[in-house]
């Protein structure tokens, strides 16, 4: 390597990472569950889920690369580090808010995509050093930093992915006797 005036010490390096992620477990299909009650003796189920399970949710997914050098000058009296990065996710798994009178809270959906991308500088040296060995050190640092929301999750949620639920309104006068149960009075 040719001699750069000053140069003591050069490294470039460069890295790419690929990582997943999933979620909370059972989210994926319905649940269920015993109520504390019976009725004539009998155990009673119910549907565990707060939230819409997703049989087609994908687990998260990040990629991501880096490059930098880290130069020293003079003997590492001057120092530069210098980097950029770019990173990039897909598919985060989030729980959207849904009205309640679906019978849930929340449908669990895969969300789109997010961008970080940024650079990162530092400069530092030692201005003073005594052959006693007392040093004295400054650094100074600049970052930027840049996310951005490439896209949302395809749609809004419709309701052929909830539960449906009927209700029925009669004008007549009624005694609830049970779910989907009345009985008339004349």
């Known amino acids: 390597m040719p001699d750069v005036a000053g140069l003591s010490f050069g490294k470039v390096r460069a890295s790419w990472a690929g990582v997943g992620g999933d979620g909370e ?6 649940n ?3 109520q504390d009650f019976t009725h004539l003796g009998k155990p009673l189920g119910q ?4 939230e819409i399970p997703n049989a087609n949710l994908k687990p998260t997914a990040t990629s991501s690369w880096e490059v930098g050098t880290e130069l020293h000058f003079f003997e590492g009296r001057l120092r530069v580090d210098a980097a950029y990065y770019d990173s990039r996710t897909k598919n ?4 959207l808010k849904i009205p309640r009178t679906g019978g849930y809270d929340a449908a669990v959906i895969n969300s789109g995509e997010i961008t970080n991308k940024g650079i990162e500088l530092s400069l530092s040296g030692t201005p003073v050093q005594t052959s006693s060995g007392w040093r004295w050190d400054a650094a100074v640092n600049f970052t930027r930093n840049v996310n951005k929301v490439v896209s949302l999750h395809e749609s809004p949620y419709g309701l052929t992915h909830r539960r449906q ?3 029925r309104c009669h004008l007549c006068h009624c005694k609830w006797i049970a779910p989907n149960y009345f009985r008339q009075y004349s």
């Not at 477990?25 to 319905?30: A, E, F, T």
């Not at 549907?47 to 707060?50: D, Q, R, S, T, Y």
């Not at 985060?92 to 729980?95: C, N």
């Open 92 to 95: 985060q798994i989030l729980k």
């Open 47 to 50: 549907i565990a889920n707060n």
């Open 165 to 167: 639920c009927l209700a």
């Open 25 to 30: 477990p059972y989210k994926l299909n319905l």
């Open 32 to 34: 269920y569950g015993l």
